[in-house]
């Protein structure tokens, strides 16, 4: 079947590159991981060797931006290349339309293996990770995932999971729960003709926080939810030193496209700080809402620098498409995203495309070095080649730009409005309708596993209004069996 749909492919392309030539690609997220916490920029107490290398054998963006202040959101622009607004992701819990254009769909048509592992976050649930039923129809196999071990939402140590549809228990460390389903995949496909495409989207460091013992002893002095939280962090970077590893062990990491990011900004409360001193955290438009960590890996073809060149999620699946010479018709218009593909090799000079964010009354365009924004009330601009940490608001000393701006912002603002009423899809309306948003243990679907899962620790407090405290992680529990 792959390579049917890999023929009807090749005749609509007139240069794909040959098999052996096209890279695998791996996509990795985190989940409410800030723009200060790694190594490389000195954390005074999180050590991340394991990104720290990537980082030193790739391309690191110090200004790299995720596609809204929180997760669902991002998720949609990974896949689709276009600020989450216009394909209906307006917040966490919502789900992405079956009219969009993904990078899923288009590898899989174009001949690579598919996967998805983790937090998925694209059906329209909210509420803890939940295990996706194999008919759900926004779930990641509507979406071109041939394979996929995946839930609803964040998820924690001994997670229950959905191996397309089979509810399966697992043990460990979330990440490396994660990381381990995905070598499974790769495993099973590095060897075949077609390359591979997964994405690996983790649950850490989103409360509640739950480290592994050995994982949080390095943070003995900080609160308790810290702790947790910063030990969730060792074990991620713990498990992407597990995938380097295999990729090398395996011999195909020279050829392997690896993208590393966080799906938004640092939380508050979290101690040391998590967003480097910027202005905001996840849920805000300011700079520690947005500015996320990101490193691409590409052995073959990028050699290892730092670049402050401005990039965000959005500009993954054009950077994939223009890789492998694809059609423009494959991505959606309008299209916010541009590929990053030419800076692979040196500095490209200023950003042609501008990168904006719609997160309820909040709304933001950056345009290279300038900002403008409205957090609350008023409009604000700023200069982040001086001002990274939004402190100097230049809306009265420089007017012009202060003008200019905003028409920009307002036009941009306009697209996207039109996209969200569905007027670039050939339908020129959404069709079908959004759904509602919901909490997936409020849905018939669920209903029958309610009374088996109210005594796991990571549902307890939605599924038992009685319970405060969730307990800690205790053992195998039996896995619950899809319908």
Known sequence: MRLIRLALFLTSLPCLLTAADRPNVIFVMADDMGWGQTGYYNHPCLKTPNLDAMAANGLRFDRFYAGGPVCSPTRASVLTGRTPDRAGVLSHGYALRLQEKTISKTLQAAGYSTGHFGKWHLDGFKGPGAPIFADDPRGPGAFGFEDWVSVTNFFDVNPLMSRKGEFVQLEGDSSDVAV?????????????????????????????????????????????????HYGELAAMDRSLGTLRQKLRDWGIADNTLLVFNSDNGGLPGIHPDTVGGLNGHKGSVYEGGVRVPAVIEWPARIKPRVTRHPACTMDLFPTVAEVLGLPSDVLLQPLDGQSLAPLFDKETGPRSQPIGFRYGNKIALIDNDVKILREKNDFELYDLAVDPNETLDLREEKPELFEKMKTALQAWNDSVQASFDGKDYPEGKVSPPDPESVSWYETAAYQPYLEQWKGRWEFERYLNPQAKTPKKPKGKKKAAKAK
């Open 180 to 228: 381990g389903e995905a070598l499974k995949f790769i495993e099973k496909h590095h060897a075949d003709e077609a390359p591979f495409f997964a994405i690996i989207w983790y649950g850490s460091p989103h409360s509640p926080y739950r480290a592994l013992d050995p994982d949080k002893a390095a943070f003995g002095d900080l609160d308790e939810a810290s702790r947790e």
